[in-house]
């Protein structure tokens, strides 16, 4: 069966420096990964996407990395902010079942001044 | 521009009751999903309506149906409840003509505990 793995463990870093999240996915071929942002009580807010033909997608902090050999996509905030401080959530896509979303657990972030 | 709205906000029910919640999508979506998230995991797809049927369903048994109505909003029902139905339900709007890649709005969730 599909599976998303994020890191379960969670990342605790310095103001400034830069985060790195991690999504694996197996069994799966996805045309598409989204990035989503989740506060605490709140509903997903859409980041980023990036489409199988391309390695790396930027948005302004923000940049997604898409290797489909090893099945893996990376999420780096560059200059992190406390205000960066949330759940980070992966989904990776397929091009058939519009709109159907598998979300990974999440990598909780935690930003320190 | 209003987005996506939920209500209600939070709901305390028993064991075997039946639940129903609503989603009103964002101006302009014709097209809205339904999501469960317990604590500490990641949304799982319920299913998903667009013009007034179910198009997709994800692992949820029976107990658990929909309807949209014609000005697209949606209701969520649940029956028989068990107390691992406890989560955030989370309802989702996207416009169907955008493809797969076009970017689903989420409301802020129902919270829903099972006693």
């Known amino acids: 069966s599909q599976k998303i793995e994020q890191n379960s463990e969670a990342l605790n870093i310095q103001e400034g420096k830069t985060a790195t999240l991690t999504c694996n996915y197996t069994n799966y071929s996805p045309a598409y990964l989204q990035w989503y942002r989740q506060d605490p009580g709140r509903g997903p807010v859409f980041l980023l996407l990036i489409r199988e033909n391309e390695k790396e997608k930027r948005k302004e902090r923000l940049k997604v990395t898409f290797d489909t050999t090893l099945k893996q996509s990376l999420f780096h905030i560059t200059a992190s902010q406390p205000a960066d401080s949330a759940t980070y959530l992966c989904?990776?896509?397929?091009?058939?079942?519009?709109?159907?979303?598998?979300f990974g657990a999440g990598t909780r972030l935690a930003v320190h001044p | 521009d209003a987005g996506v709205t939920q209500s209600p906000t939070h709901l305390i029910k028993t064991r075997g009751q039946q639940v129903t919640l609503r989603c009103s999508p964002k101006?302009?979506?014709?097209?809205v999903s339904w999501y469960q998230q317990a604590l500490g995991q990641g949304p799982q797809f319920i299913f998903q309506?667009?013009?007034?049927?179910?198009?997709q369903r994800g692992n949820f048994p029976d107990r658990f149906s929909g309807h949209q109505f014609p000005n697209y909003s949606s209701e969520l029902n649940v029956n028989a409840l068990l107390l691992g139905d406890s989560a955030l339900y989370l309802c989702?709007?996207?416009?169907?003509?955008?493809?797969?890649?076009?970017?689903?709005?989420f409301g802020p969730g129902t919270r829903l505990t099972v006693l």
């Open positions: 101006s302009g979506h014709d097209t």
């Open positions: 309506y667009y013009e007034e049927e179910e198009r």
């Open positions: 989702a709007s996207s416009l169907r003509v955008g493809g797969s890649t076009d970017t689903q709005y």
């Open positions: 989904a990776p896509l397929s091009s058939g079942g519009y709109n159907k979303l598998i």
